[in-house]
């Protein structure tokens, strides 16, 4: 799989996501619990970028209308998303702030809609 290099670790802030490009794609970067998670940079919802509403608990919000992904399997947890958001493997190399930060050219995970 094609690991496409995006950032350092030190550039994602720690309580929102990074917009990066993969490709033609954009795509949040965002921090949980010591791990980095890549999740397409467009809700399910409406044509927004998710990139700019506020990560926590390991999920990113929709600053548009509220809906939360989970930033691991970008299952929308609140309404009124009912869509899930393609997610990317993420890969660390190095440590610290300058750790590398790199990204799958292809989506690994697109879940059915909630049961
Ligand atoms: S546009 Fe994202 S929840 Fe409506």
Not at 3 to 11: E, K, N, S
Not at 18 to 40: E, Q
Request: proline share 8%; glycine share 8%.
């Amino acid at each position: 799989m094609l690991m496409v290099d995006v950032c350092a670790l030190g550039d994602i802030p720690d309580d929102g996501a990074l917009r990066v490009l993969v490709g033609d794609r954009a795509v949040a970067i965002a921090r949980c619990d010591g791990a980095v998670y890549a999740i397409l940079d467009v809700c399910s919802h409406a044509d927004v970028p998710l990139s700019e509403g506020e990560v926590s608990d390991c999920a990113i919000e929709c600053w548009l209308h509220g809906s939360q992904f989970d930033l691991r399997t970008g299952v929308p947890l609140s309404l009124p998303a009912t869509v899930p958001v393609p997610v990317f493997a993420v890969e660390i190399q190095g440590e610290g702030d300058k750790a590398r930060i790199l990204v799958a050219d292809a989506s690994v995970s697109v879940p059915g809609p909630p049961a």
